[in-house]
């Protein structure tokens, strides 16, 4: 997978670790990284997790939650559990009880090792709690659309929030995955590619992957076909692949909404211009 750009994070993930191993921390480290659809979430979090794996001699736990999933309901807690107690080579027979006494022997196995636990795609606090280890040996990554107030509240975890990238970055991105001749050749036309795909790294990464297939064709007749905003989300997917299309990710983050708030976001479609202020939006919502 190609990564850049997040330097920034990568150095705060980095600054959460012991700085030895004969110097733990007091309590489990947790870090929630948080972030609008598509901003790379995961793939902060798996590529720290590949870099440090070294640092957690006894194994990383990863699991993805299904927050937001367009096919199935979160994961239960349980179920996680269930499959880390098998990954920890724990025999089938002592996986039994409620939640509770499965959080206990789970917690149990994690005592005194280092591991890396890391989980994706969070919905709320309540969800991932019981994944958490007791011991200060371990260390935990958490990912989720949502800020998870709870989590940094009652919890001690420390937030890192993503943003899109900078546009010299999106364009370093695609100049990563199309190729520096290519890009270089069309460096103007590259550069209102990444503004029309708003620097959002799964965009970004979409529209790279249509100039691929299109050897033949220029940059500039990309971002002439993208600039219609009618037709641009359908234009940002992959064929073979739900999760690589904006305006489906998008569209899970909507369906997770309060009915008042996604009626709040459909007025919002109708405001003509690209801006809005607060004062504006309630005005709005309340003619309507």
């Known amino acids: 997978m190609h990564f850049t750009g997040r330097g920034g994070h990568l150095a705060e993930l980095d600054a959460l670790l012991p700085q030895n191993t004969g110097n733990m921390a007091k309590a489990v480290v947790i870090t929630a990284i948080d972030g609008m659809a598509g901003i790379g979430k995961t793939a902060l979090a798996v590529h720290w997790a590949h870099q440090v794996q070294d640092r957690f001699p006894d194994g990383v736990l990863y699991a993805n939650l299904r927050g937001y999933d367009p096919a199935s309901s979160p994961a239960e807690p349980g179920a996680i559990i269930d499959e880390f107690l098998r990954d920890l080579d724990v025999p089938e027979a002592r996986i039994r009880g409620d939640l509770e006494a499965r959080t206990k022997l789970y917690r149990s196995q994690l005592q005194g090792r280092r591991i890396l636990v890391v989980l994706d795609n969070a919905f709320a606090a309540q969800q991932v709690r019981p994944m958490l280890p007791g011991s200060s040996t371990c260390h935990v990554v958490v990912t989720s659309r949502s800020s998870l107030p709870g989590l940094v509240a009652r919890d001690g975890a420390h937030r890192i929030t993503m943003g899109v990238l900078s546009a010299v970055r999106a364009i370093a991105l695609l100049r990563r995955i199309i190729g520096i ?40 007749e990309l971002v002439s076909e993208l600039t219609d905003g009618r037709t641009r989300l359908s234009l940002l997917s992959a064929d073979d692949d739900p ?39 309630s005005a709005h919502r309340r003619r309507r």
């Open 181 to 220: 001749t290519r890009v270089d050749i069309e460096l103007a036309e590259t550069a209102e590619l990444a503004r029309l795909c708003a620097y959002l790294p799964l965009a970004l990464r979409i529209a790279a992957e249509r100039a691929i297939a299109r050897q033949h064709s220029s940059i500039a």
């Open 243 to 281: 999760t690589a299309a904006v305006r489906a990710v998008f569209s899970w983050s909507y369906r997770a909404l309060t009915p008042e708030t996604a009626r709040m976001f459909r007025l919002l479609s109708q405001h003509v211009g690209l801006e809005i202020s607060g004062p504006a939006a």
